[in-house]
C-alpha cells in the first residue's frame, strides 16, 4: 500500500437538467492506495455512485482532477478513457447489468471483447474462453457456464459479474451496492468471494454500500455527505 492508483483531488460534479444546474459533487478530495479496500458510505442522495462513476472513468468530473495510477485522466478523450477503463478497471452494479440473451461464459467473454480488436479476440478465443472458465469455476460456477442470466439465481448472476468484472485483471474494482439486491446468506457469501479475490489478486476496491458491517470489513471508511466527504 504505498502509490495511489486513484485519486480525485477537488472533484467537483454537477449534472444540468433543463435550465438546472444540480451539485453533486461539490469538491472531493479522495485517494485509494494500491491493494487498499475503502468502504464508501451516506444517505441516499449523498453522491456516492456518482463519485465512483467519475473516479471509474465512466463520467468525467465538471471540475477538479482525476489521476489513475499516477496519470491524469480527467482531460483525455472519451476513447481513452474508457480504453484505460476496460483495461484497468473492474465494475460491479447492484443489479449485475449482465446481457439477458448471453451465457454466463458469454457475458464474462464481453469484458475480453472490450479490450481487444475483433480479430485479435478471434485469434485469442481459446485462450479466453480458458481464463474466463476458470474464473468461472473461481467463483463457484464451473457447473452453470451455459446458463443464461434468467436461469441463474441472484448470487450466481453476482458471482458471473464479479468473474467479468475480473477477466481483463483490473487493478481496481468499484462496487455499487453489490450486495443490495441480495438475502443476507447469499451477501455474505458473494461479500467474502469478493474480499478472497481482492486480497489474492492485491487489488484496490472501493465499496459503495449502506451496510456498516460490510464496511467494517475494509481497511478505511469514507464518509459523503450532501457532495462532500465528511471523515
Ligand atoms: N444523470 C443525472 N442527472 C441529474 N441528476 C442526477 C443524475 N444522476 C444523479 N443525479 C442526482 O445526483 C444526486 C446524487 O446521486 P447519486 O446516484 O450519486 O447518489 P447515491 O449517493 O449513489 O444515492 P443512493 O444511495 O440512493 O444510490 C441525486 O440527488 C440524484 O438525483
Ligand atoms: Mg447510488
Redesign the pocket.
Known sequence: MSSPVLQAVAVKKH?R?AKHE?P?LRGIDLSVQAGETVALL??????????LHVLGLLDPPTAGEVHFDGQRVDNLTIGQRAALRHRHVGFVFQFYHLIPELTALQNVLLARMMTTSVWQFWRQRKQAKAAATALLEQVGLGDRLRHRPSELSGGERQRVAIARALLAEPKVVLAD?PTGNLDSTTARGVVDLIFEIQRQRGLAFLL?T?DERLAQRCHRIVR?QDGVVVS
Open positions: 449534472y437538467l444540480i453533486v451516506g444517505a441516499s442522495g449523498a453522491g456516492k455512485s456518482t463519485l451496492e459503495v449502506h459523503m
